[in-house]
C-alpha cells in the first residue's frame, strides 16, 4: 500500500454515461495528480493540483472534469467518453517539487 | 522537441547478472530525475531520485547515474533476481518551478532463473 487510494479499480461505461473516478491520500502531501497511461505509451499528466488549485491542465479534454474538495481527495469526473479514451488512470500525491510521487493502483477505464 | 527515450526493447538477462537500462532526453534541462518500478496492472512506485549535482546515487542494489553533458541517465540492478522483472520509467523534471513531470515509456525487463 503507497497510502494513495483509487476507486473503482475497474470501471466499463458506455459512451453516454455520466461517472467519477475517486482518489484519496492522507500522506499530507500538498500535489496530486491525474495520470493517464494507455497501453505502450508513456504517463500522460492531465491534471495537477497544488494546495487544492488546479495548477496544470495539460490540454485535456472537457469530457474530463477534475475536482479537488480538499489537500486528501481528487475526483475525475467523466461524461460523453470515447473508446479511444480507455486506459489506465492514475492518481498520485506529493509534498511540493524535487520529490517521489505515491501512485495509486488505478482505475482501469473501458468505454463500449 | 523534448523527448525522453527509453529503450523500448525488453532486457531479457540471466539472474544474478547486471541489469543497464538507460534513459536519454532531449531539449530538456531537469533539476532532478527519478526511476520508478510498475509492475502489469499496478502504478509506478518510485525508487530513486537524483539531482543535477549528483553524478551517482545508490539504494542497496540499485545504483543510478546522471550525466547533464550526455543527458542520460543509467539504472543499474546488480545480482539481479527474477522478482525484479518489471516495468521500470524514467521521469524528469524542468527547473521550473511547477509539478510538472514527465516520464519515459519505459524498458520492461525481465530476469531469467
Known amino acids: 500500500e503507497t497510502g494513495v487510494t483509487q476507486t473503482p479499480r475497474h470501471l466499463v461505461m458506455g459512451m453516454t454515461n455520466k461517472k467519477s473516478l475517486k482518489c484519496e491520500q492522507h500522506?499530507?502531501?500538498?500535489?496530486m495528480y491525474w495520470y493517464k497511461q494507455s497501453a505502450k505509451k508513456p504517463l500522460e499528466l492531465m491534471f495537477v493540483y497544488s494546495l487544492e488549485e488546479r495548477v496544470e491542465n495539460n490540454s485535456v479534454p472537457s469530457r474530463f472534469s477534475p475536482e479537488c474538495p480538499n489537500s486528501s481527495h481528487l475526483f475525475l469526473h467523466l461524461h460523453t467518453l470515447q473508446p479511444e479514451d480507455s486506459a489506465l488512470y492514475l492518481c498520485?500525491?506529493?509534498?511540493?517539487?524535487?520529490?517521489?510521487?505515491?501512485f495509486g493502483q488505478g482505475t482501469r477505464l473501458t468505454v463500449v | 522537441s523534448q523527448k525522453i527515450e527509453q529503450n523500448s526493447e525488453a532486457l531479457n538477462i540471466q539472474e544474478g547478472k547486471t541489469a543497464t537500462l538507460t534513459c536519454n532526453y532531449t531539449?530538456?534541462?531537469?533539476?532532478?530525475l527519478q526511476w520508478y518500478r510498475q509492475d502489469p496492472g499496478r502504478g509506478p512506485v518510485f525508487l530513486l531520485l537524483?539531482?543535477?549535482?549528483?553524478k551517482e546515487k545508490r539504494k542497496e542494489r540499485l545504483k543510478v547515474t546522471f550525466d547533464t553533458t550526455l543527458k542520460q541517465s543509467l539504472f543499474h540492478i546488480t545480482a539481479s533476481q527474477p522478482a525484479d522483472s518489471a516495468t521500470y520509467l524514467c521521469a524528469l523534471d524542468t527547473d521550473t518551478g511547477g509539478f510538472k513531470t514527465i516520464f519515459g515509456a519505459g524498458t520492461r525487463l525481465f530476469v531469467k532463473a
Open positions: 537524483i539531482r543535477e549535482n549528483e
Open positions: 531539449n530538456y534541462s531537469p533539476a532532478y
Open positions: 500522506l499530507g502531501h500538498n500535489a
Open positions: 498520485a500525491s506529493s509534498q511540493n517539487r524535487a520529490t517521489e510521487a505515491f
